[in-house]
């Protein structure tokens, strides 16, 4: 990793008027959550069919036990890492605006975040098919499957975006605001292969934003719309760029 490279980005950051943070499954990964795409990742593992909404529907007892494997069992043991604690620290000290995330594994709350806007949803809260009701995960429970609502009888379902369901309308446009408006914006952890998430930075770029991306690999971002990549791990530079910021 280059220290002036390093620099120039926390330089950038400390004089952006409106900087925010776009970050995917990358910023987990240290965190110990595999990203769904890729090597080693949970769709290599899993098929990907139990999260498409109309197969969730009609095979509920097939869709929830895996559902509660990946998300409840396996993600529940995650905690924030550096990238997340950085980040949060940054939005206390008035550094960052918000954070747009397409991961609904809740670390970003978790390591302090307030402003978090939840492209994909969020795996705490678990809400109902077909009535207002809903629960925190903590609350709910998973010995009987799959998930159905005390209130009217209706199937329960994670409140993040299945495979057929669209983008929550106020993420969405609360994000595109947020990227209209800034002078920076941070990539990290994301690829950029995600539709429509994708369109955020380059969002922000159109604007005139600084784009600062942090990944360990060149994504579809690097080249196109990328003003400096800080390549490696969003834990490991986010550890350099505390020197500079704070």
């Given at each position: 990793?280059d220290?002036?490279?390093?620099?120039?980005?926390?330089?950038?950051?400390?004089?952006?008027?409106?900087c925010?943070?776009?970050?995917?499954?990358?910023?987990?990964?240290?965190?110990?959550?595999?990203?769904?795409?890729?090597?080693?990742?949970?769709?290599?593992?899993?098929?990907?069919?139990?999260?498409?909404?109309?197969?969730?529907?009609?095979?509920?007892?097939?869709?929830?036990?895996?559902?509660?494997?990946?998300?409840?069992?396996?993600?529940?043991?995650?905690?924030?890492?550096?990238?997340?604690?950085?980040?949060?620290?940054?939005?206390?000290?008035?550094m960052?605006?918000c954070?747009?995330?397409?991961?609904?594994?809740?670390?970003?709350?978790?390591?302090?975040?307030k402003e978090?806007?939840?492209?994909?949803?969020?795996?705490?809260?678990?809400?109902?098919?077909?009535?207002?009701?809903r629960?925190?995960?903590?609350?709910?429970?998973?010995?009987?499957?799959?998930?159905?609502?005390?209130?009217?009888?209706?199937?329960?379902?994670?409140?993040?975006?299945?495979?057929?369901?669209?983008?929550?309308?106020?993420?969405?446009?609360?994000?595109v605001?947020a990227?209209?408006?800034?002078d920076?914006?941070?990539?990290?952890?994301?690829?950029?292969?995600?539709?429509?998430?994708?369109?955020?930075?380059?969002?922000?770029?159109?604007?005139?934003?600084?784009?600062?991306?942090?990944?360990?690999?060149?994504?579809?971002?690097?080249?196109?719309?990328?003003?400096?990549?800080l390549?490696g791990?969003?834990?490991?530079?986010?550890?350099?760029?505390?020197?500079?910021?704070?």
């Open positions: 990793m220290e002036s490279s390093v620099k120039k980005a926390a330089e950038i950051i400390l004089s952006a008027k409106s925010i943070a776009f970050t995917g499954a990358g910023v987990s990964v240290e965190s110990g959550i595999p990203p769904f795409r890729g090597e080693n990742s949970l769709w290599n593992r899993y098929d990907p069919k139990v999260l498409d909404l109309n197969f969730f529907k009609a095979s509920p007892e097939v869709s929830w036990p895996v559902i509660k494997e990946i998300f409840y069992d396996f993600f529940g043991l995650a905690k924030p890492n550096k990238a997340h604690k950085v980040l949060a620290r940054m939005e206390q000290a008035g960052l605006k954070v747009v995330t397409q991961n609904i594994d809740n670390l970003h709350q978790d390591a302090g975040s978090v806007y939840e492209f994909h949803g969020n795996l705490q809260r678990i809400i109902c098919t077909r009535c207002d009701y629960v925190m995960a903590p609350d709910a429970d998973f010995s009987k499957l799959p998930l159905m609502c005390p209130k009217c009888g209706g199937l329960l379902k994670p409140d993040f975006v299945f495979f057929g369901e669209q983008i929550p309308v106020e993420a969405y446009e609360k994000s605001v990227a209209r408006q800034a920076v914006c941070l990539i990290v952890g994301s690829t950029g292969e995600v539709m429509p998430a994708a369109i955020i930075p380059s969002e922000a770029k159109r604007n005139k934003a600084v784009v600062i991306e942090i990944n360990p690999d060149e994504s579809h971002f690097t080249g196109n719309i990328t003003d400096i990549h390549k791990k969003a834990g490991e530079v986010f550890s350099e760029l505390e020197k500079f910021l704070f």
